[in-house]
């Protein structure tokens, strides 16, 4: 004998089809992760939990801290003050600063700059920042598990940004205004340059190389086009134009942790443009999507799978990877610089 259904019953079973008919399924991910997000004007460290949406703590660290980097293992971020001539060194198990190193400088007016990590995550580079345009800057080489700086070398002048090439053995760096070097990432030795597009050397902003592929990404502020490269040949492989309403000033570009996506950051110049980030498909060399997500500075970080990708705006935002669609917001009611993402 069946059990009959009561009208509450029946009710409910209804209300369920027409509520699973209309509401998404949450977005998931394999492994919960945690956001690091460097607050500039604060001098802190936020700690923020993704999945209970929340700031779980602020951690002091230095003046201006700007650019943050992982180690080997996730289990710790290099951060440079640049506004102090140091790098602290944070714990994350222990949420705390285990150690500061401060760069040998001996001169006026130079302090920490940009910053960035060898692929394995066993060497980090981080280059002077001067106030003055002219000034002969020089690049520090610290290991992660020393947590010493074990050698410097010369890295030109008005250093605006550095990376490393997919198999750890280049260091590009960008000087402002006038070029990319390559350096052996391990005697520091000068390679060669990679040859900018012509009549754009004085625009070139940002650089990234990808952790995957030996291709790299060069942006030239309002000029509206990103370079790709090659970082065995030093050879431009394609020139990537912004599409319409996708153009502006593009700044910094990041790599998502698996190479499939870089990351531009536009800035809008007229009315008619976007603040937020360009997304580049690196095997297609081609804009997919703009994130419309307001101002970014710096922070651009996918997690370790790869199905996430946290942007620092005016809130710490996320999209899903999959669909390239925004999942959630975060006010942390400051200015955002840097960020790294780690599993839980």
């Not at 290099?78 to 040998?104: A, C, E, F, M």
């Not at 592929?213 to 942006?219: E, L, R, V």
């Not at 925004?326 to 960020?339: K, Q, Y």
Request: with cysteine; hydrophobic share 40%.
């Amino acid at each position: 004998m069946k059990t009959p259904i009561t009208i509450s019953a029946g009710l409910a079973i209804v209300a369920g089809i027409f509520f699973s008919a209309f509401v998404t399924a949450p977005v998931t991910h394999a492994q919960p992760h945690m956001v690091y997000a460097v607050l500039q004007d604060e001098g802190n460290l936020a700690v923020v939990d993704p999945e209970k949406g929340r700031l779980i703590q602020r951690i002091q660290i230095g003046r201006k801290p700007d650019m943050i980097a992982l180690n080997e293992n996730d289990t710790k971020v290099y951060i440079s003050n640049t506004g102090d001539v140091t790098v602290s060194i944070v714990t994350l198990s222990s949420r705390s600063v285990t150690q500061v190193l401060r760069l040998p400088v001996n001169r006026r007016g130079i302090y920490a700059g940009p910053l960035t990590r060898t692929p394995d995550g066993l060497k980090i580079f981080v280059a002077e920042r001067s106030e003055t345009a002219d000034e002969d800057l020089r690049i520090y080489v610290i290991d992660t598990r020393k947590e010493l700086i074990v050698r410097q070398f010369d890295g030109g002048k008005n250093i605006a940004a550095m990376s490393v090439s997919y198999d750890g053995g280049k260091l590009f760096v960008l000087n402002r205004g006038e070029g990319v070097s390559v350096y052996d990432a391990e005697t520091c030795e000068k390679l060669g340059t990679v040859e900018l597009i012509a009549g754009f050397a004085a625009d070139a902003a940002g650089l990234a190389c990808s952790p995957t592929a030996p291709k790299g990404y060069i942006t030239y502020g309002t000029r509206n086009t990103v370079q790709a490269f090659n970082t065995e040949s030093y050879k431009n492989t394609a020139t990537i134009p912004m599409p319409k309403y996708k153009t502006g000033n593009q700044t910094d570009v990041v790599f998502g942790r698996d190479g499939r996506y870089a990351f531009v950051i536009n800035r809008k110049n007229t009315l008619k443009e976007v603040n937020g980030v360009n997304v580049i498909d690196a095997a297609s060399d081609t804009v997919v999507k703009l994130f419309n997500s307001g101002v970014v500075r710096r922070g651009i970080m996918t997690s370790p799978d790869g199905k996430i990708c946290y942007i620092a705006a005016e809130d710490l935002k996320w999209y899903n990877m999959e669909t390239l669609e925004h999942i959630r917001s975060i006010s942390l009611r400051t200015t955002i610089a840097g960020i790294a993402v780690v599993n839980k």
